[in-house]
T-cell receptor, first 114, second 110 residues
Framework: DTEVTQTPKHLVMGMTNKKSLKCEQH?????MYWYKQKAKKPPELMFVYSYEKLSINESVPSRFSPECPNSSLLNLHLHALQPEDSALYLC?????????????FGPGTRLTVT | GEDVEQSLFLSVREGDSSVINCTYT??????LYWYKQEPGAGLQLLTYIFSNMDMKQDQRLTVLLNKKDKHLSLRIADTQTGDSAIYFCATSGGYNKLIFGAGTRLAVHP
């Protein structure tokens, strides 16, 4: 089983709202990732968690706040977003945060900021 | 920095072979990947090749790697309409950060 699940599938939020995206995997993977994908573009890495600790923050604005409460769960808390933050947010996981391990992606959350 | 380049569009007839090409600059990547993305969906890992291999075959998929020229290709045999999608080539760097190409849109027509 190589399934990564993400909820919600779609999210519409105003610029003053606070919302969270959720990602879950039960493959025993110890690395989890958030990517952002704008329309007609490739995914771009936002954050990497390794063994529940933040390893990489790709200079992401503080209105995006990641959290890894345990090895199976990854959240992305959203606050005071801008319309340009509208995108597909993809979660991925791998056995470890090493280039020797393939990443498996979830279906994504399509976020619209109004 | 690392760079991955792909042609943007490929059109093939159903039943023909498709070849999607990719070039990259970072030669330190242990694995090189091909992902498929259908409209409105996430990324599906199609196949990957270890950097010390020249070729990998997996059913209808054949991956060729030329390390000297930093060129990677994906061949899909007997292309079907269900293969219509965007195909991303990717290398991996520190902390397994994936660097994607722009994606090749494959259109399969009857």
């Amino acid at each position: 089983d190589t399934e990564v699940t993400q909820t919600p599938k779609h999210l519409v939020m105003g610029m003053t709202n606070k919302k969270s995206l959720k990602c879950e995997q039960h493959m025993g993977h110890r690395a989890m990732y958030w990517y952002k994908q704008k329309a007609k573009k490739p995914p771009e890495l936002m954050f990497v968690y390794s063994y529940e600790k933040l390893s990489i923050n790709e200079s992401v604005p503080s209105r995006f706040s990641p959290e890894c409460p345990n090895s199976s769960l990854l959240n992305l808390h959203l606050h005071a977003l801008q319309p340009e933050d509208s995108a597909l947010y993809l979660c991925a996981s791998s056995q470890a945060a090493s280039s020797s391990y393939e990443q498996y992606f979830g279906p994504g959350t399509r976020l619209t900021v109004t | 920095g690392e760079d991955v380049e792909q042609s943007l569009f490929l059109s093939v007839r159903e039943g023909d072979s498709s070849v999607i090409n990719c070039t990259y600059t970072d030669s330190s990547s242990t694995y090189l990947y091909w992902y498929k993305q259908e409209p409105g969906a996430g990324l599906q890992l199609l196949t990957y090749i270890f950097s010390n291999m020249d070729m990998k075959q997996d059913q209808r998929l054949t991956v060729l790697l030329n390390k000297k020229d930093k060129h990677l290709s994906l061949r899909i045999a007997d292309t079907q309409t269900g293969d219509s999608a965007i195909y991303f080539c990717a290398t991996s760097g520190g902390y397994n950060k994936l660097i994607f190409g722009a994606g090749t849109r494959l259109a399969v027509h009857p």
